[in-house]
């Protein structure tokens, strides 16, 4: 596997996403948002896939696609069981042929119980979820070769799919693998994957909390180079990306907290939010949010993803302006 062109480009310096949090409103401001971050130099547009709190990601990602024409589109990430991988080929090829190759694929195994159950999806087990990943990331690449493909898994069969027309990217769209799991996930992304998705939160009984902070980061890192030894895959071949559960940036620590409980006093339509106690979040004045990505950033990280809520305009300007050219 080779290096793709987007994870080539962490050469050049430090990247930033952004993954709005759309709420209920949101849908009527979303290709505004998609403008402003198109014209703030913001690298990826990212829409979550949790269909039944908000609104279908694909769908979002084809209007944002024309409205822009820089920005990376795509979801952190995928709920694979969601949908068939043979479908979510067919989505993600045309996505990236509507905004002239700009799609990241990202692919999780997903974890929120009562969505499955709202959509009448079997939630299998931890492992069982992993095997179901695993058979998408053959099925997927293989369903945008040339000839067609056939796949008889445990979860997933097919029988001669080639999807046409194929996605632009050459070799394909880079996928991303999100979670933090150190033995399965990260073994995966050395395997199958041009980017991981980690964090430092953890899931404890007050639910997820920021404990280790950035020697969590530099275990899991050093957890993913192990892999990629194994598999004997280049290291930097693996773009290092790192996602902040909710970022909120004002002109001060104090600002930044008053608005983080304006926001927190309306129902949120991200589960991981609803799931996580403040320590969770990245809040602050840009000197505060400034040294926090900094000292994630020299552990080896290359590219930042923060989930924002669509109604901050505010922490979207802040990020441009005086965030993302301090860091790194």
Known sequence: MARHPWVAAADDGIRWGVQLVLGEEGL???????RLIESLG?????IFDHPSMQAD???CLAALSSVTERVRLGSIVNCVP???PAYLARLAADLDNLSDGRLLLGLGIGWLAPEFAALGVRYEDLSARYEALEEALEIIPGAWSEEPFSFAGRHYQLDALR???PPMQRPRP???IGGSGERRTLALVARYADACNINEVSNTPEGMRNIEGVAGVRRKLAALRRHCDTVERPYDEVLRSHFTLKLVIAETDAAAREKLAQLLAAPSTSPGTRRSHPSA?????PDTVVAHYNAIAAEGIQYFIAQVDSVDTETLELLSREVMPRVG
């Open 281 to 285: 979040f990245v809040v602050g004045s």
């Open 174 to 176: 880079p996928l991303l």
């Open 163 to 165: 999807i046409a027309p």
């Open 57 to 59: 990601p694909w769908m």
């Open 28 to 34: 009527a401001t979303l290709r505004e948002r998609g």
């Open 82 to 84: 969601y949908r068939h």
């Open 42 to 46: 913001i690298d990826g547009a990212f």
